[in-house]
């Protein structure tokens, strides 16, 4: 077994030295809110040499009920045995990439690690990154041999709605929310079906957790963001970006804080649940 590990970013040229090993296991995780078939048309295009590719609303969600958010998490048991199929083992080296921002592969960061495993990486810059340094892409679909993972779940890691409501009234948390201004204020919404956020939370948008060419800001720069005292909560539309927003608290140096896995497009499916808009 590889003693290296890597578990929040692994940066291109670091992939490159260890894509050949057999506990390397690539995933692509490219996709689109706006169009769901982008992500794995651009897989069929080229994508990083080994890489299987999962789709956010098929692979690393679960079923869409009325009572869910956009994007629930998925059955345990079921995205365990994705991960098998996909050659993954208590051992695999998992490293996870998309367009280039992290923020549909720090969505799979955020499952791996709900399920116990902790050898997990995001690929800082994502392919855009990887293409940048020169280093190929092909078109080869892999048949990996089925793995033996074995889920250990840590549930503590998210929050239900009634959880968060309890405590957001009790001021036991300080609730963190991943998206762009506007919505988070309520001025426009061109997901959901309503717009504004959760009273008390405060706005963290996720894109703001990177430098201007698409890679993660430096620890120091991201601790300034992401505060680290008190019980940190984390959401945004759909329980996607809200990981971005995880990963860099844990780049950060601190502990991993919760993951509000609904997120906003659950909460508003309660008409009772209070809603603010402003900031």
Same mark, same amino acid.
């Given at each position: 077994?590889?003693?290296?590990?890597?578990?929040?970013?692994?940066?291109?040229?670091?992939?490159?030295?260890?894509?050949?090993?057999?506990?390397?296991?690539?995933?692509?995780?490219?996709?689109?809110?706006?169009?769901?078939?982008?992500?794995?048309?651009?897989?069929?295009?080229?994508?990083?040499?080994?890489?299987?590719?999962?789709?956010?609303?098929?692979?690393?969600?679960?079923?869409?009920?009325?009572?869910? !958010?956009?994007?629930? %998490? +998925?059955?345990? =048991?079921?995205? #365990? /045995?994705?991960?098998?199929?996909?050659?993954?083992? *208590?051992? $695999?080296?998992?490293?996870?990439?998309?367009?280039?921002?992290?923020?549909?592969?720090?969505?799979?960061?955020?499952?791996?690690?709900?399920?116990?495993?902790?050898?997990?990486?995001?690929?800082?810059?994502?392919?855009?990154?990887?293409?940048?340094?020169?280093?190929?892409?092909?078109?080869?679909?892999?048949?990996?041999?089925?793995?033996?993972?074995?889920?250990?779940?840590?549930?503590?890691?998210?929050?239900?709605?009634?959880?968060?409501?309890?405590?957001?009234?009790?001021?036991?948390?300080?609730?963190?929310?991943?998206?762009?201004?506007?919505?988070?204020?309520?001025?426009?919404?061109?997901?959901?079906?309503?717009?504004?956020?959760?009273? !008390?939370?405060?706005? %963290? +948008?996720?894109? =703001?957790?990177? #430098? /201007?060419?698409?890679?993660?800001?430096?620890?120091? *720069?991201? $601790?300034?963001?992401?505060?680290?005292?008190?019980?940190?909560?984390?959401?945004?539309?759909?329980?996607?970006?809200?990981?971005?927003?995880?990963?860099?608290?844990?780049?950060?140096?601190?502990?991993?804080?919760?993951?509000?896995?609904?997120?906003?497009?659950?909460?508003?499916?309660?008409?009772?649940?209070?809603?603010?808009?402003?900031?």
């Amino acid at each position: 077994m590889d003693t290296e590990c890597f578990t929040t970013l692994i940066q291109s040229t670091d992939l490159q030295r260890i894509l050949d090993r057999d506990s390397t296991i690539v995933i692509d995780v490219r996709f689109s809110l706006a169009d769901p078939a982008e992500g794995s048309a651009l897989y069929a295009t080229g994508h990083i040499p080994g890489a299987s590719y999962l789709h956010l609303d098929n692979d690393l969600s679960g079923d869409v009920t009325p009572s869910t !958010g956009r994007h629930p %998490l +998925p059955d345990v =048991e079921a995205f #365990a /045995d994705t991960l098998r199929r996909c050659g993954i083992d *208590r051992h $695999a080296q998992i490293v996870a990439y998309d367009q280039g921002s992290g923020a549909f592969a720090g969505r799979l960061w955020w499952l791996c690690k709900w399920l116990g495993h902790e050898q997990v990486a995001v690929l800082d810059g994502g392919i855009s990154a990887w293409q940048g340094q020169g280093f190929a892409t092909d078109q080869a679909v892999p048949f990996p041999n089925r793995g033996d993972f074995q889920s250990h779940l840590r549930d503590e890691l998210q929050v239900t709605a009634t959880e968060l409501e309890q405590a957001m009234i009790s001021g036991d948390i300080v609730l963190f929310d991943a998206r762009a201004p506007e919505r988070f204020r309520g001025e426009v919404e061109p997901i959901d079906k309503v717009a504004g956020h959760i009273p !008390g939370a405060q706005n %963290l +948008p996720f894109m =703001e957790n990177l #430098a /201007d060419e698409g890679t993660f800001l430096p620890a120091e *720069r991201l $601790a300034e963001r992401h505060a680290s005292g008190g019980e940190i909560v984390h959401m945004c539309g759909s329980g996607v970006t809200a990981c971005h927003n995880i990963l860099a608290t844990v780049l950060a140096g601190h502990t991993m804080p919760k993951l509000y896995a609904g997120s906003w497009s659950e909460w508003i499916t309660d008409p009772t649940r209070a809603i603010a808009t402003g900031d």
